[in-house]
């Protein structure tokens, strides 16, 4: 554990949702990762292979509510559109820990992130997931809250583009799922996601799995996630798509890339 003394004095005055690189005493260059977030003050630093950690103090009445206050006006700074917002901090050391952390818990490596041009967007302090074109261009994104308890969790462009097919990866038939992280993690996992962002699917989703010839409806297992999945798979056989509603014990995004294989290899 590193000493207090040692990194305190330049991570003290972070606000929630800051870090930053700095000198170190153990030698030149600027080694040291000091971070702040809501449980707390955070330090890493490479050379010495080391971190070390200051609880927060207990949050007031009056700080709560400013610190709602900033986040919400970090989140009207988001576009209403299609284009991603900025700036764009890539750099994943420079992320809030619980940022790097719910991605990490995912299944998400350090080169996943940046194939996927995933990036910390500090003035909403969210992480955001674009959704881009074959050409590289973002057709919609969506800011994530990687808090615990922070509303909205989500926010994007709206109303959503009418013919958005947030897809991943190439396969017989495509998968439905809740989420963007869990359709990506299908993709990766050599099948084929697509993100119905609520829980009902689009006309123009409608007609490409149509086209296809059915799909696979694979939504969280709690309940909320199984209503959603009732709503898509009777929006389905209304029109007579072939479809099969998949139940796992945890989210898509947190089953391994060889266990989303195993699954999907066996459904539609």
């Known amino acids: 554990m590193l000493s207090r003394e040692s990194w305190w004095p330049s991570a003290k005055d972070l606000e929630i949702g800051q870090q930053k690189r700095v000198p170190h005493d153990c030698g030149d260059g600027s080694p040291l990762i000091v971070s702040r977030d809501d449980r707390g003050w955070h330090a890493y630093c490479f050379r ?7 609880p927060a103090p207990a949050e007031s009445l009056a ?6 206050e900033k986040q919400r006006q970090g989140d009207a700074t988001l576009p209403g559109g299609c284009n991603l917002p900025w700036p764009q901090e890539r750099d994943i050391d420079l992320w809030p820990e619980d940022a790097k952390l719910w991605l990490y818990k995912a299944g998400f490596s350090r080169a996943d992130i940046g194939t996927l041009r995933i990036f910390y967007h500090p003035v909403s302090d969210r992480v955001v997931i674009p959704v881009l074109s074959a050409e590289g261009a973002s057709v919609f994104y969506q800011a994530r809250a990687y808090q615990k308890g922070r509303t909205p969790k989500y926010l994007g462009p709206t109303p959503k583009p009418p013919k958005l097919l947030a897809c991943w990866g190439r396969a017989r038939k495509p998968t439905l799922t809740e989420d963007l992280l869990s359709a990506i993690k299908i993709g990766l996992s050599g099948e084929e996601g697509w993100c119905v962002l609520g829980t009902r699917i689009s006309d123009h989703m409608l007609s490409q799995v149509m086209a296809r010839g059915g799909a696979n409806v694979f939504l969280d297992p709690d309940p909320p996630g199984q209503r959603g999945a009732a709503k898509i798979m009777a929006q389905l056989r209304a029109y007579g798509v072939p479809c099969r509603n998949i139940i796992a014990d945890r989210d898509p995004k947190l089953l391994t890339r060889t266990q989303l294989k195993e699954i999907l290899s066996c459904s539609l």
Do not use: P, S, Y
């Open 63 to 68: 700080q709560k509510l400013a610190r709602i």
């Open 48 to 54: 010495c292979v080391d971190n070390g950690w200051a």
